[in-house]
């Protein structure tokens, strides 16, 4: 083809995809958000999962909105006081999106305690799990609450009355506080008229009291919340209480760190973790019986304003309730366990080694064990022949076994190399002790780079034998959390292929030296060459349709957000290429457009595991281009992260993971899909037909319960 016909053929899909940029083709980003926490919610409605896997979902959807709160809505009131941000690609303005996402946002809390008020606090008393209300304690229940109140509780409390030696205390971004109205005057002969009650972190927010004080043998809980309010006269002797009601304040979340004057990044993120925790307020939750007055005066003294008060008829925090999924006994309401697979490639060979050596493996967790990554990693910190160790780290999670198996191969003199990354959210603090302890060990730790997360999972180690250098490597969609890969969906491949493991070595290179180690065959990285090369490939499905050749994309991520890559996506579609897209959370695009999107169809899944995994797959005139990434499709991902996608080559392991995909595609009980208003829909199964669910057919396949 000769350059004047390359050009052509470029500004053509150029202009396609200029036409498809309109604002109206795309949804908004935090609306989108708002509509993934309603599919959660709906999960905590649906009679068909155990019950106590219901309360989980409750759970989640408030922990998510919490997230929400604290990261996306204080960016926008962050980008509505500046008033110079440019909007998204749907052009609406900070202001016009904080509107809508307030009107959704009491929406969906006003569901949160409906659910919770009208069937699930029902359903578990009737299942023998009581959460009792002040009203419905026995006189023997109260005279135990009273004692631990007095015992455990009274002891670490520090009531306030409010007056200007005594000003408003900080707040915990989302603690437990109460505010109470007083009358009366205090010892110094002085009026009162506010009080405040901060709940320490350290007192439990359930306490389950003895099942033998009514003789009923259920499961009672009590909130702490409770137990504090009807007691609170107790903490002001002396003065009347008129009213006493809990709240909770959400702060802002994010951290900033600044690229350009940092010279420590541990100490100026230990110094940002704990401003965080005092971030500006952006919601106020109250109890729903709080009068207008205090909630007015606690509006006025967090500087928000009525569109941000959340009054609530329940706990503050509906994630209080997560205890008892996690801890109660009763296995009969919880999803069945199960034993994950193990390939029986790994189960019969010698070691590990030698299993690779032979041929590829591909894991899907967690249908398929994750302890196969543990044990390679354990296998390399004991082997003599292997000489070093590099791994990324994102999340991995307390005592975790990983980092164990680190500090024992830097404690055996190998060389051992961890890029860790310090800003991973809501993690920061773990990664910090965990950096600590491999130095300690004598490992090198390098803080990925500065501006950029280092989001790539990849393990690569290096070992003698027979006189020459031998590189392993696991390459993976999530992270090195063994807790977490028995709850979300990913794949890992482990190889010793030489030329994936060459270029997993050129990332390490590039990692810690900052050289330009480019030049890659086989991976795609960002923030360089990932984002470029999935457009080419979208645009090589749409040359194909346009000369009548068969064209498909289908890709799983859980958020799809990037402009370029929807614009792409939409000219191709127009061109005739069928589109598949499986997107968890976000989702920007508008599929089913007509004469724009009719060929895209969206599906999300919210089912027992979280889908996490990322496949990107391109039908390519019958060569199949199959990738496992670490990035989904957001601006975030292909410019301001180290990412790593990889291929898959084998032919078995191609087929098999596209049948997964259109087993996910197949779907018609955990399946949602996207319309094009930005609601979702629950898939339907046709009449007469069993529901598919993709989750539970994979976990019939690769395990067997326990």
């Not at 009162?192 to 009672?220: F, K, M, T, Y």
């Not at 250098?469 to 977490?484: C, D, E, F, I, S």
């Not at 795609?524 to 990932?530: D, I, Q, R």
Request: hydrophobic share 40%; glycine share 4%.
């Amino acid at each position: 083809m000769s350059a004047e016909q390359k050009t052509l053929k470029h500004d053509t899909a150029a202009a396609a995809e200029r036409e498809a940029s309109l604002p109206e083709h795309f949804l908004n980003r935090e609306l989108s958000l708002l509509e993934f926490n309603k599919r959660v919610l709906a999960q905590a409605a649906d009679t068909r999962l155990p019950l106590l896997e219901r309360l989980r979902f409750l759970c989640i959807s408030c922990t998510n909105l919490d997230e929400f709160f604290e990261i996306r809505v204080s960016g926008l009131k962050q980008r509505e006081e500046i008033g110079t941000s440019p909007p998204g690609p749907d052009q609406r303005t900070a202001q016009q999106v904080m509107e809508l996402v307030s009107a959704e946002a009491h929406q969906l809390v006003a569901a949160q305690y409906e659910e919770l008020n009208q069937r699930m606090l029902p359903a578990l008393a009737q299942a023998g799990i009581r959460f009792l209300r002040r009203n419905d304690w026995t006189a023997a229940q109260r005279e135990w609450l009273h004692a631990h109140f007095v015992n455990q509780i009274l002891p670490v409390l520090t009531p306030l009355t409010l007056d200007p030696a005594r000003p408003f205390p900080q707040i915990l971004n989302k603690s437990l506080n109460f505010i109470v109205a007083l009358r009366g005057r205090d010892v110094y002969g002085r009026r009162r008229h506010r009080g405040l009650v901060q709940a320490p972190r350290s007192l439990p927010r359930l306490i389950e009291v003895p099942a033998d004080l009514d003789g009923s043998g259920d499961e009672d809980y009590v909130f702490l919340s409770s137990i504090i309010h009807e007691f609170v006269e107790e903490l002001f002797p002396g003065l009347n209480i008129d009213g006493c009601y809990q709240f909770r304040v959400t702060r802002n979340g994010d951290l900033y760190v600044d690229d350009e004057e940092v010279e420590d990044l541990i100490r100026a993120l230990e110094g940002e973790l704990a401003a965080s925790r005092y971030g500006a307020a952006v919601r106020l939750e109250v109890a729903a019986e709080c009068t207008d007055e205090l909630s007015t005066f606690l509006l006025d003294h967090f500087e928000l304003t009525p569109n941000d008060l959340y009054r609530v008829n329940g706990p503050v925090n509906l994630n209080r309730l997560s205890m008892v999924a996690d801890t109660s006994p009763r296995d009969e309401l919880k999803y069945q366990p199960f034993t994950p697979n193990i390939p029986d490639a790994l189960i019969q060979a010698d070691n590990l080694f030698d299993a690779l050596q032979k041929k590829d493996v591909l894991l899907h967790h967690p249908f398929q064990s994750f302890v196969p990554v543990i044990d390679l990693l354990a296998s390399a910190a004991a082997d003599p022949d292997v000489l070093a160790i590099k791994q990324t780290l994102y999340r991995t999670g307390p005592d975790s076994p990983i980092v164990d198996q680190l500090v024992a191969a830097a404690r055996a003199g190998k060389e051992v190399t961890v890029v860790v990354e310090l800003m991973a959210r809501s993690d920061e603090a773990a990664n910090i002790d965990l950096s600590s302890r491999l130095q300690e060990a004598g490992a090198h730790v390098v803080f990925g780079v500065i501006g950029y997360k280092t989001h790539a999972k990849i393990l690569l180690i290096v070992r003698r034998e027979n006189d020459a250098l031998v590189r392993y490597a696991h390459l993976g969609t999530g992270n090195y959390h063994p807790k977490t890969t028995r709850l979300y969906t990913d794949y890992g491949l482990l190889t010793s292929r030489d030329a994936i493991c060459e270029e997993v070595h050129n990332v390490f290179m590039q990692l810690t030296s900052l050289t330009d180690q480019q030049g890659h065959k086989l991976l795609l990285t960002s923030p360089f060459k990932l984002h470029k090369k999935l457009l080419s490939y979208i645009r090589r499905e749409r040359r194909n349709a346009l000369a009548g050749k068969p064209a498909r994309i289908m890709a799983k991520v859980n958020g799809l957000v990037e402009p370029r890559i929807i614009t792409a996506l939409y000219a191709a579609a127009r061109a005739g290429v069928q589109i598949d897209l499986i997107v968890r959370g976000i989702c920007i695009l508008r599929p089913g457009v007509p004469g724009l999107s009719e060929n895209i169809r969206v599906r999300s899944i919210v089912g027992r595991f979280l889908e996490h995994s990322r496949i990107y797959y391109f039908h390519n005139d019958g060569e199949e281009t199959l990738l496992l990434s670490s990035a989904d499709w957001m601006e975030r991902n292909f410019f301001r992260r180290v990412e790593v996608a990889f291929p898959v080559r084998r032919k078995s392991h191609i087929e098999r993971v596209r049948n997964d995909l259109q087993l996910y595609l197949d779907d018609t009980a955990e399946a949602w899909a996207l319309q094009s208003d930005g609601s979702y829909e629950r898939v339907a199964k046709p009449d007469g037909a069993e529901p598919i669910s993709a989750q539970s057919t994979l976990l019939a396949r690769y395990s067997a319960p326990l």
